[in-house]
């Protein structure tokens, strides 16, 4: 089993930065990717960026790409989301996954979520 924790949410003006964090408890594989999903209200959930726990293979949407940046720390089970340039259209409420699977932007590759952190852009 696995236990994530995301945490970094706030209030942010359009253009400002925020970095999320999401703790990893319980045993990892290094086949794993740590996915980054958002989902605003009255809307889906949407993939945002994903990383394997071992090598350096990174996935964004074509929406984020060249403001996020997602990154790990294998010796303490966390990753990280730094968020730049922030627009009004990122506000949701920010999860992380951990999961096994050969397309990390499919949620149904990830088994354990976290609770999810608010991420409020105001302009």
Same mark, same amino acid.
């Given at each position: 089993q #696995?236990?994530? &924790?995301?945490?970094?949410?706030?209030?942010?003006?359009a253009?400002? !930065?925020l970095?999320?964090?999401?703790?990893? /408890?319980?045993r990892?594989v290094?086949?794993y990717?740590m996915?980054?999903?958002?989902?605003?209200?009255?809307?889906e959930?949407?993939? #945002?960026a994903a &990383?394997?726990?071992?090598g350096s293979a990174t996935?964004?949407?074509d !929406?984020?790409?060249g403001?996020?940046t997602? /990154?790990r720390?294998?010796?303490?089970?966390?990753?990280?989301?730094q968020?730049?340039s922030?627009?009004?259209?990122d506000?949701?409420?920010y999860?992380c996954?951990?999961g096994?699977?050969?397309?990390?932007?499919?949620p149904?590759?990830y088994?354990?979520w976290?609770?999810?952190t608010?991420?409020?852009?105001?302009?």
């Amino acid at each position: 089993q #696995v236990q994530l &924790v995301e945490s970094g949410g706030g209030l942010v003006q359009a253009g400002g !930065s925020l970095r999320l964090s999401c703790a990893a /408890s319980g045993r990892t594989v290094s086949n794993y990717a740590m996915g980054w999903f958002r989902q605003a209200p009255g809307k889906e959930r949407e993939f #945002v960026a994903a &990383v394997r726990w071992y090598g350096s293979a990174t996935y964004y949407t074509d !929406s984020v790409k060249g403001r996020f940046t997602t /990154s790990r720390d294998n010796a303490q089970n966390m990753v990280y989301l730094q968020i730049n340039s922030l627009e009004s259209e990122d506000t949701a409420v920010y999860y992380c996954a951990a999961g096994a699977g050969l397309v990390p932007q499919s949620p149904n590759d990830y088994n354990y979520w976290g609770q999810g952190t608010q991420v409020t852009v105001s302009s």
